[in-house]
Each structure stands twice: as structure tokens, then as C-alpha cells.
């Protein structure tokens, strides 16, 4: 099974095709760890790599593998104690924002029992999709929550999530009534998570998850002054992260 802690320097790319074209790509650096045993860094780069129960889930469990273990259960599936691999970034100078953290769910033979993609919006919502991929990586699930302000709760995801080893390479698709809306990419070469490779990261991508944030946030404003109508946020756009 794949070793962690590993890092991915990656490019994250949107392919948006309706109601308007419009492409943005940028980079950053992801982590794929084992939540149970989270990275044990020197002390001076902690500051650069933490993660936290509070950030994941209901935010209210003693543990990440804690809120994952009680979602899947309100779902009916029990790990028996098997493996997670987490794909995330990681909590960087006190701040951290995932738009997508993914969970890798094992048995304890080391039998994929499910992915799990945990999404956040902007607006401080979460909401967790618990996906049963094929042999080729791929699931398919219904759009449940709202996301960028351009498009309504509506259409269904197809997502292929490989778990990542030398190569990581994720696409998801939005389809929407009408074809195809939205393509999400995230491409990257592993590296050992040593404490030299985590320092050239972080001062090639400063406040990692600010940016990215911040990212959002400026694209989003380019879209609206280019005419995109937005849609109304429904008042229950914080998902139950217990919700089948």
C-alpha cells in the first residue's frame, strides 16, 4: 500500500464551459497522510503543516479519523479498524481552507470499502460524499450542495479519484442538464515528506491555503463583472455531514 506522509506538488486546473468558457489553473501542494498517525515535523516547521479534527467533518470529533468513522457509520459501513489515506492541504501559519479533502477508506485486508470527498464552500458549508468507485477509480453521485455561486444545486458528479502513489491524478465532472458544465483537475508528482522538501514548498507557495482561497474568491469576482448570473443560496447550504 502507498507510504505516507508523501507530498504532491500539483496544478489544480477548472475547465468551466457553461454558462460561459472560462479556464483558470494554479498551483500548490497537497499532503497525503494516514490521519491516524499524522506527520511528526521538527518543531520550528510546525507551524507550516497541521491538521486538525476541528477543520474536517462536524469539526465537534475528538479526531479526523473520529468524524470519519461516525459519518460512514451513519451511512452503515464500519472500516473494522482497516486503513484511511487523507488527501488534503494542511493547516499553514493558523490558517487552512480545503475546497476538497479525500479519504481512501480500507478494510482491514487493504480492500478499497469506499471514497469519501469531503467538500467545502466558501461561505463556511461542508458536506461529505460517500462514493463506492469502480475498479477503473470512477464513482458517480448526485450534486448535493452548494458550491460556486454560479451554479445551482442541481446535475451529478462523475469523479475519477485513483489513489495516489508516484502520480496524482484526479478529474471531476459536473454534468449538468444540457452537457457537460464544469471540469476539475488535479495533476502532481509525489515527494518525500521531508522536512527539506517541505520548506522549498512553502516558500515556493507562501500562506498555500490563503491563496487558494483568495484565488476563489478573485476568480469568482471576474465572473460575475463578465455578466454570470448567481444563483441563491439555499438556507441549508450547511449540510449535515451525517446525511446519507
Known amino acids: ?3 505516507v506522509p ?41 507551524p507550516l503543516a ?18 470519519l468513522d461516525a459519518l460512514l457509520a451513519a451511512h452503515g459501513i464500519s472500516l473494522d479498524g482497516g486503513r484511511v489515506l487523507m488527501l488534503a492541504a494542511a493547516r499553514v501559519l493558523g490558517y487552512v481552507f480545503n475546497p476538497l479533502t479525500l479519504y481512501w477508506c480500507h478494510g482491514p485486508d487493504g ?15 461542508r458536506h461529505s460524499y460517500v462514493l463506492r468507485p469502480d475498479a477503473a477509480g470512477t464513482a458517480r453521485t448526485d450534486k448535493r450542495f452548494y458550491v460556486s455561486p454560479f451554479f445551482p444545486v442541481d446535475g451529478a458528479y462523475r469523479m475519477r479519484l485513483p489513489l495516489p502513489d508516484r502520480r496524482l491524478d484526479l478529474t471531476i465532472h459536473l454534468d449538468r442538464p444540457g452537457g457537460r458544465a464544469l471540469t476539475a ?9 521531508t522536512p527539506a522538501a ?12 490563503l491563496t487558494v482561497s483568495a484565488a476563489i ?9 463578465r455578466g454570470l448570473p448567481v444563483q441563491p443560496r439555499p438556507a441549508h447550504h450547511r449540510t449535515p455531514e451525517t446525511t446519507p
Open 1 to 3: 500500500m502507498t507510504a
Open 50 to 67: 497541521r491538521f486538525e479534527a476541528r477543520d474536517h467533518f462536524t469539526g465537534e470529533h475528538p479526531s479526523i479519523r473520529a468524524g
Open 111 to 125: 480492500t478499497l470499502r469506499c471514497v469519501v470527498a469531503e467538500v467545502h464552500n466558501t461561505y463556511g458549508g
Open 185 to 193: 483537475t488535479v495533476r502532481g508528482t509525489r515527494r518525500a515528506a
Open 198 to 209: 517541505l520548506l522549498r514548498l512553502a516558500l515556493r507557495h507562501p500562506w498555500s491555503t
Open 6 to 46: 508523501a507530498l504532491y506538488p500539483c496544478t489544480v486546473g477548472h475547465v468551466r464551459t457553461a454558462p460561459r468558457r472560462y479556464t483558470l489553473r494554479h498551483r500548490t501542494y497537497l499532503w497525503l497522510i494516514d490521519p491516524d498517525r499524522p506527520p511528526r515535523l521538527p518543531r520550528p516547521l510546525r
Open 217 to 225: 474568491r478573485a476568480h469568482g469576482i471576474r465572473l460575475y463583472l
